[in-house]
């Protein structure tokens, strides 16, 4: 395990606890976690495990790409016909 990696991972995510275990798996907690159901549908998830760092970086990855689609506004003709007007 790099210590440069895992300073790397740390650095990028911080609002996440990134630790490697003892037996070499790699795992990440967001620091702060209450998810609601919609976003815990969508696939956000309050801890990570993965088996070296590059599968950790992935997830930490598509993370973020959910975080950043569930913040973008939903266009007006679509929220119209979703709320039935």
Request: with cysteine; aromatic share 4%; glycine share 4%.
């Amino acid at each position: 395990m790099s210590e440069h990696v895992l300073e790397d991972l740390r650095r990028r995510h911080p609002d996440w606890r990134i630790r490697v275990l003892p037996e070499g798996s790699w795992m990440a907690t967001r620091r702060c976690c209450s998810l609601t159901d919609d976003e815990f549908t969508a696939g956000l998830a309050c801890t990570l495990m993965a088996g070296s760092s590059e599968d950790l970086r992935d997830e930490l990855a598509e993370q973020r790409r959910i975080e950043d689609a569930l913040r973008e506004p939903v266009p007006r003709s679509v929220e119209n016909r979703t709320s039935g007007i």
